[in-house]
Structure formats: structure tokens, C-alpha cells
């Protein structure tokens, strides 16, 4: 299998914009990043796509292979599935850009999916990490998922979900950690069907995928990483960096 890493980067941000030119140990987010997937040693070739100048500029300089978005997109998938779409690949990983701190073994499990898959019956691959803090399950900006016995994803949510009614039963929680393997056929049917009412809802794009029936194979990880949403992150990340 020819495989692949796209990292999709976008200046702007809603909670902290230009986030991933912050510096990290003398360097910006993204380049760690692009610095971290190549590091792995999985991808054919890892590439950054974005729609900023200044975002092409910083990882140009330290000769990270980048693509600039011709069009602009509502997701990272969106922007993805126009950098490959007249590329030779079958495996896209999706890196997010602000997570420096790529975790190898994580990567190779949802790798894993695709190689135990021979009839490619599983669309896609991503990870889920259990959480127990309350605080973390109620919080909205962590989508949360749900899935079958055979670790399917059945829904993503900002909501808590499952929802507890029962007092007396345990309940696991899983946090969707935002990387995600995609066959390239499920990406170009991405890009070609429209936003439906749950995807708009949630503001989550994996639910685009499940409204139109591909099958999202979801793996548990145990790494939580970083990710980069706010200063306070970043702050954090600095100091597990040294």
C-alpha cells in the first residue's frame, strides 16, 4: 500500500487563531508536527496543506514538502481530498496540525486496520482515548464517541454520550482523538456529497461519513498527547517539551 500523511493547516482559528505559527521549542506548531509524522517513518511521503502564505513560507524554509489549497474548505477533509485527488495513494492518514507530539504506536494500529482488511470493507481508521474526567465528558469541546461490540463508530457528539440515566451501571467514555486513515475512495466521496443536518449540527465531520454509510473503524489508544487548542495548551506543551 502506498501511504501517505497530509497535515491540513489553516491560519485562523476560533479559539486561537495563528496557533500553529506559535513558537514550540524554537520552532512553529506545525513545522514540530510536520517534523513529528516524518519522524514515524510509516508515510511514503508526508505533506502540509494549507491556505496561508505565511504557513507555506515557515515549513518550506525547513524543507517540509507543503501544497497551497486552491479553494476554500469547510473541513480538513474537504481541503485533503483536494491536495490527493490526482495522486497515486490508497492510505491517507489525517495529522492534525496542532499535534506535535505524534504518537508512533497509535499511528501503527490505525495502520494496522487497513492491512487486516483484505476485502476493504473499512472506509476509514481513527482513535478514541477513555476518559473519566466529568469535566472532560461534559465539555463540548471534546467530541466524544460511541461505538459496537467490534469497535465501529456508531456517533460522534459534543454532548455526553452515552448519557448516564442509570446510577448503577459503569459507564466508559471515549474521547475521539482527531486522526483519522482514509481509503482514498471514502475522501473523494467526501468531497463530492453535501453537508447533511447532523454534520451541521455537531460541527463534526466524521458524522458525514456515517450519514452516507461508510464504516469508521474506531481504535483504542492510550497516548492523550497534546492538542493545541488554547494558550493554555500551548503553555503545556512547552513544558513537556523540555
Known amino acids: 500500500m502506498n501511504i501517505i500523511a497530509m497535515i491540513p493547516a489553516r491560519y485562523a482559528a476560533s ?3 495563528g496557533k500553529l505559527m506559535e513558537d514550540l521549542a ?4 506545525i513545522v514540530r508536527t510536520f517534523q513529528a509524522a516524518v519522524k514515524t517513518g510509516l508515510f511514503d511521503e508526508v505533506y502540509v ?3 496561508s502564505d505565511i504557513i507555506f513560507d515557515a515549513v518550506s524554509r ?45 499511528l501503527e494500529s490505525v495502520l ?3 492491512k487486516d482488511d483484505p476485502h476493504k470493507e473499512i472506509d476509514l481508521a481513527s482513535l478514541m482515548t477513555r476518559i473519566s474526567d466529568w469535566d472532560e465528558i461534559k465539555n463540548p469541546n471534546t467530541v466524544k464517541v460511541i461505538v459496537n461490540k ?19 451501571l459503569e459507564i466508559t467514555y471515549y474521547k475521539h482523538k482527531g486522526i483519522y486513515a ?9 468531497r463530492r456529497l453535501p453537508m447533511l443536518e447532523l454534520e451541521a449540527a455537531e460541527k463534526i465531520e466524521a458524522i458525514r461519513y456515517l450519514e452516507y454509510g461508510k464504516k469508521i473503524k474506531m481504535v483504542e489508544t492510550e497516548a492523550t498527547g497534546i492538542e493545541i487548542d488554547t ?9 513537556a517539551w523540555d
Open 15 to 17: 479559539r486561537f487563531p
Open 26 to 29: 524554537g520552532k512553529p506548531v
Open 49 to 51: 496543506v494549507t491556505d
Open 62 to 106: 525547513e524543507g517540509g514538502k507543503v501544497l497551497m489549497s486552491v479553494q476554500e474548505h469547510q473541513t480538513g477533509s474537504d481541503r485533503i481530498a483536494e491536495a490527493v485527488a490526482d495522486l497515486d495513494v490508497d492510505i491517507i492518514v489525517n495529522v492534525q496540525g496542532d499535534e506535535p507530539f505524534t504518537d508512533k504506536r497509535s
Open 112 to 114: 494496522d486496520v487497513f
Open 150 to 168: 467490534d469497535n465501529f463508530a456508531l456517533y460522534f457528539s459534543r454532548s455526553t454520550i452515552p448519557f448516564p440515566r442509570a446510577d448503577d
Open 182 to 190: 482514509f481509503r482514498k475512495e471514502a475522501l473523494m466521496d467526501f
Open 231 to 239: 494558550p493554555e495548551d500551548l503553555k503545556r506543551a512547552k513544558e
